[in-house]
């Protein structure tokens, strides 16, 4: 099992910057592919960005591209979502996950879940 701790998230004004920290126990963490998603009220969670277990490949959602930075530190088992430029429809729920590095780099299969930290952005 892997626990996922999210924090960082809060209420910003727009053009504003958060950085969500995601930090994990019970498993090696360099076993694993790390990303983000989002869910806002009343849609479905979507994609934001991954990075891969050893930090050498990122991925971003169209919608984030330019604005936003996904890195890791294996020493300190943590990832961290660099938020930049943040928009009113940035607010959503940001959750990390963790997936086995053994599957498809891309694949939106993830095999653990934090609990979620609020992101705010206000107009």
């Known amino acids: 099992q892997v626990q996922l701790v999210e924090s960082g998230g809060g209420l910003v004004q727009a053009g504003g910057s958060l950085r969500l920290s995601c930090t994990a126990s019970?498993?090696?963490?360099?076993?694993?592919?790390m990303g983000w998603f989002r869910q806002a009220p009343g849609q479905e969670r979507e994609f934001v960005a991954a990075v891969k277990w050893s930090g050498a490949s990122t991925s971003y959602a169209d919608s984030v591209k330019g604005r936003f930075t996904i890195s890791r530190d294996n020493a300190k088992n943590t990832a961290y979502l660099q938020m930049n430029s943040l928009k009113p429809e940035d607010t959503a729920v940001y959750y990390c996950?963790?997936?086995?590095?053994?599957?498809?780099?891309?694949?939106?299969?993830?095999?653990?879940w934090g609990q979620g930290t609020q992101v705010t952005v206000s107009s």
């Open positions: 996950a963790a997936q086995l590095r053994s599957k498809n780099w891309g694949s939106l299969e993830y095999d653990y």
């Open positions: 019970g498993r090696t963490f360099s076993n694993y592919n």
